[in-house]
């Protein structure tokens, strides 16, 4: 590569001693390895940004986005996610109910792995199987929990080869899977990583196997350089929905978002999908037409947990209100995140098919107002007197110090109350207060689907089912009525059936205000002037396959 | 000589037990549950939940696990970490990187640092004095990562002599530029102590002694008052080196560099107590080594220090 001759040049003119004594140390190391050929794919390879995966690329043990994003392009599922979030077969010719429970899917024909050994249904069921048997530890293991048999299979002392009988492969195209309960989203799961087919070979070693995976989708891994680089190439065995229009991607390690954001203005990287703090501000001024900034799928909010008595009964509910209503959401998404968030209007995310709606009922409360706040806090201390000062904890590791700040400064002048932003040094520190349900006073979440579907931003957060510790309802939220309105969406006809059931069950939220919905952040990035045909996906990340340069 | 290093090499090893039990006590206490940063804002089973910490020990009282970590050091065995990569290969990997960055630091601030000083020493007062003195103040007063950003937007993004990225390929050119960064705060340091040692032995009897011998003007410079003064300069930069490699956390990050700073950063983000204890130890042990090696040289440059049994 251009770059480390030039680099060279430096390194001899610079300095005339140090250069002389160090040139003569200089090993082999030159230059970056620039594009692998292979593959079936046109023009050159891209590259990208990402952080080293936290584990082995393994699908079921893959949660992060740096991980993440190499497992969804060198896998493919029974399905995909185009760009606005609806799923479309990639691996499966139909996935087809008559209940929604009993569903029977049938993949295409003559699939193989990047080895050329053969994909058949028995390859899902292999993967799912280990996927959610509790004794192979796969963080993944949770997305299993719909499957008829996941509740044995998360026993503590679960037998290594035990399966989820909800399983069963008809013949090498068709295989059926039963549901513990009717769910009409469930084809909408099926793109997420924890649901793609393994190679038999897997089982044998998985750690070795995460290491250069044997795979089945767009791309496949040439190389991994730990802390430095992955690359992909085309896989010549995937012809499917996503096949690539690129030579390959490679996908560079970023520790520092200034780093990539300077590689990105030097064209030394193609696409990024992260803009460090410090540039969000002239990101769009700096890039121009080649700068996104686009609605995203994460949601984020405070919780002010049910079990603390300053929000429970008559005055909490009251209290609740009077917070949401404090809260200058508008003022705080333009001048501390510079439009880089939208103020939110609901709670699912506006990429989500029925997400960032208007239209529900109650939505008034999201709405800055300072009389009625200071009205609705003056009735809530009538009936019973605030145990305060409010805190809002939030973990230092992450860039959330300045916009705590700013809700808690907004609190404190529309209430005249006492807000305190309370950081935990570490995430995991926070974590464990709030699951030993320790944590009083409000924190902040924020959730990012794992599929595009509103239950997966409603269920898991305010379902009964997910409080108690058994979820990730950390705030206890318990409504019989938004339950059945969960269920009787997911046994809905029609999509359209079930978000419009799921509007109602957010009203419900809307009113209680099990958490106060704060943004939703954007997916912003940008590309360099290299590449053309970049489209960001529903989840932020960016649609490699069709990038072309 | 030989027993002195032997006695100060025995007395690494309370400080290893030490220095590693302290730490990894501090790990244990810092940063929350590790399983629970690993699953993140996800949900996870208890099932899994157990597995996970049967699997890294978790589920152990921290003594116990700092016993079985010493236990497996001791086969050279420093576990796996929580990415699933030998703990002992993750490091392996980010210290030569480290090291090749301490060192070009270390020869920045040497070399510049110390001829600088010595011009600046000898022409006490005179303008090139003023101007070496104003530089260094500069240099110190301006933080670590402007120097490193500046530097890599200028270089780098607009002039576009200098990689952006480093961490892609760490080679000893690539490394020029994070190098002097580093190195700059320390170079401005040797310089001041150099410049301050130099101008009082240039008034020193045996200097004079010297010249009046008609010694040469360099000879009288190099053999009679460099080395003499040389003494707390070396001091310096023997602690620097210790403090180069672990403090070169600001540079690593500026310039995406895998070193030891940003495995440290990472791991102490994830709670990863053996890969923690073992990266501050390695530190600990440069840091007495080149303690050692400092004190080593002493004898090198004052011949009046001797080390007896």
Redesign the interface.
């Known amino acids: 590569m251009a770059?480390?001759r030039?680099?060279?040049?430096?390194?001899t003119a610079?300095?005339g001693?140090?250069?002389a004594?160090?040139?003569a140390?200089?090993?082999g190391?030159?230059?970056?390895s620039g594009g692998s050929d292979g593959g079936s794919g046109s023009g050159e390879m891209i590259f990208a940004n990402t952080t080293?995966?936290?584990?082995?690329l393994v699908p079921t043990n893959t949660?992060?986005v740096g991980g993440g994003r190499v497992v969804t392009s060198i896998f493919a599922g029974l399905v995909y996610y185009t760009a606005d979030g609806k799923a479309e077969n990639d691996l499966a010719e139909s996935i087809e109910s008559d209940d929604n429970q009993h569903w029977t899917i049938k993949i295409k024909s003559g699939l193989k792995f990047s080895d050329d050994s053969d994909l058949t249904a028995q390859s899902f069921v292999d993967a799912w199987n280990f996927g959610a048997n509790?004794?192979?530890?796969?963080?993944g293991?949770?997305f299993f929990e719909p499957i008829e048999g996941y509740a044995d299979l998360?026993?503590?002392d679960?037998a290594a080869d035990a399966k989820l009988p909800g399983l069963e492969v008809v013949d090498d195209t068709t295989f059926t899977v039963q549901l513990v309960s009717a769910q009409s989203d469930f084809p909408n799961r099926l793109g997420y990583s924890a649901y793609m087919p393994l190679p038999a070979s897997a089982f044998d070693d998985i750690?070795a196997f995460?290491e250069k995976p044997v795979s089945n989708g767009p791309y496949m891994v040439d190389s991994w350089t730990?802390?430095?680089?992955i690359v992909l190439v085309p896989n010549p065995n995937y012809d499917g929905p996503r096949k690539a229009k690129n030579s390959g991607i490679t996908f560079?390690?970023?520790?520092?978002d200034?780093?990539?954001y300077?590689?990105l203005?030097?064209d030394?990287?193609d696409v990024i999908d992260q803009i460090p703090t410090s540039q969000l501000q002239n990101f769009e001024s700096d890039l121009g037409d080649r700068a996104v900034n686009d609605p995203g799928a994460v949601f984020q909010s405070f919780t002010l947990p049910g079990y603390d008595s300053n929000f429970e009964g008559e005055a909490g509910a009251l209290r609740r209100e009077a917070i949401s209503r404090a809260i200058d959401r508008k003022s705080i998404c333009d001048s501390l995140f510079f439009g880089t968030r939208t103020p939110a209007t609901d709670f699912v995310a506006p990429v989500i098919p029925g997400g960032g709606a208007t239209d529900i009922e109650g939505a008034d409360v999201l709405e800055f107002d300072e009389a009625k706040a200071k009205d609705l806090w003056a009735q809530a201390e009538a009936k019973s007197p605030f145990k305060g000062p409010l805190t809002l904890a939030y973990n230092a590791?992450g860039p959330h110090a300045d916009w705590v700040e700013a809700v808690c400064n907004s609190l404190k002048n529309t209430l005249g109350i006492e807000a305190n932003p309370t950081p935990?040094?570490?995430?995991?520190?926070?974590?464990?207060q709030i699951?030993a349900r320790k944590l009083m006073g409000t924190w902040r979440s924020?959730?990012?689907a794992?599929y595009p579907s509103m239950y997966n931003f409603l269920g898991?957060l305010y379902g009964s089912g997910?409080a108690d510790g058994?979820?990730?309802n950390d705030g206890d939220y318990k409504n019989p009525e938004f339950d059945q309105l969960l269920s009787d969406g997911l046994a809905a006809e029609s999509e359209d059936e079930a978000i419009k059931i799921w509007k109602q069950a957010e009203a419900l939220i809307m009113r209680d205000l099990p958490v106060v919905p704060l943004w939703y952040q954007n997916t912003f990035g940008g590309y360099s002037s290299l590449v053309s045909n970049v489209e960001y996906g529903w989840d932020t990340v960016p649609l490699y396959y069709e990038i072309t340069k | 000589m030989i027993w002195y290093i032997v006695r100060r090499l025995l007395q690494m090893i309370p400080v290893f037990l030490g220095a590693t039990l302290i730490v990894y006590l501090l790990a244990f206490a810092?940063?929350?549950?590790?399983i629970?940063?690993?699953?993140?804002?996800?949900?996870?089973?208890?099932?899994?939940e157990?597995?996970?910490r049967a699997?890294y020990n978790l589920d152990k009282p921290v003594i116990i696990q700092w016993l079985i970590y010493l236990g497996n050091v001791v086969r050279l065995d420093f576990g796996v970490g929580?990415?699933?990569?030998p703990i002992a290969d993750?490091i392996a990997?980010?210290f030569p990187v480290t090291i090749r960055l301490a060192i070009?630091a270390v020869?920045?601030e040497t070399?510049f640092g110390v001829i600088a000083g010595v011009i600046s020493g000898l022409r006490k007062g005179k303008l090139i004095d003023t101007t070496l003195l104003i530089l260094s103040l500069l240099v110190i007063a301006v933080p670590t990562f402007v120097l490193g950003?500046v530097a890599?937007?200028i270089?780098?993004?607009k002039l576009?002599?200098?990689?952006?990225?480093v961490?892609?390929?760490?080679?000893?050119?690539?490394l020029?530029?994070p190098g002097f960064v580093l190195g700059a705060v320390s170079f401005a340091y040797v310089l001041r102590l150099t410049r301050t040692s130099i101008a009082e032995t240039v008034g020193a009897d045996h200097v004079r002694t010297a010249t009046a011998k008609g010694l040469s003007r360099g000879g009288v410079v190099t053999k009679h008052i460099l080395r003499n003064s040389l003494i707390p300069v070396v001091t310096f930069i023997g602690a620097d080196l210790g403090a180069l490699m672990g403090g070169a956390i600001v540079t690593e990050?500026?310039?995406?560099i895998?070193g030891v700073g940003?495995l440290l950063f990472?791991s102490i983000?994830?709670?990863e107590a053996p890969m923690i204890v073992s990266l501050v130890t390695l530190l600990v042990i440069i840091f007495l080594l080149s303690n050692l090696i400092v004190d080593l040289l002493y004898a090198v440059l004052d011949p009046r220090i001797r080390y007896a049994k």
């Open positions: 770059l480390s030039r680099s060279m040049m430096l390194g610079a300095t001693v140090a250069a004594t160090l040139a140390c200089t090993g190391s030159s230059g970056g080293e995966p936290e584990n082995p949660g992060e509790a004794a192979n530890a796969q963080l293991q949770y998360s026993k503590e679960v750690e995460g730990h802390d430095k680089e560079v390690v970023y520790d520092s200034e780093t990539m300077n590689d203005l030097a030394n990287v590791d935990f040094p570490a995430f995991g520190e926070m974590r464990e699951r924020g959730w990012q794992d898991p997910a058994n979820g990730s | 810092a940063s929350g549950d590790p629970l940063t690993l699953a993140g804002d996800k949900p996870i089973s208890p099932a899994v157990q597995q996970l699997q929580f990415n699933g990569r993750q990997a980010a070009i020869i920045v070399v950003f890599q937007f270089l780098g993004v576009g002599i200098a990689p952006i990225n961490g892609r390929d760490p080679s000893w050119q690539n020029l530029v990050s500026i310039f995406n895998p940003t990472r983000n994830a709670g």
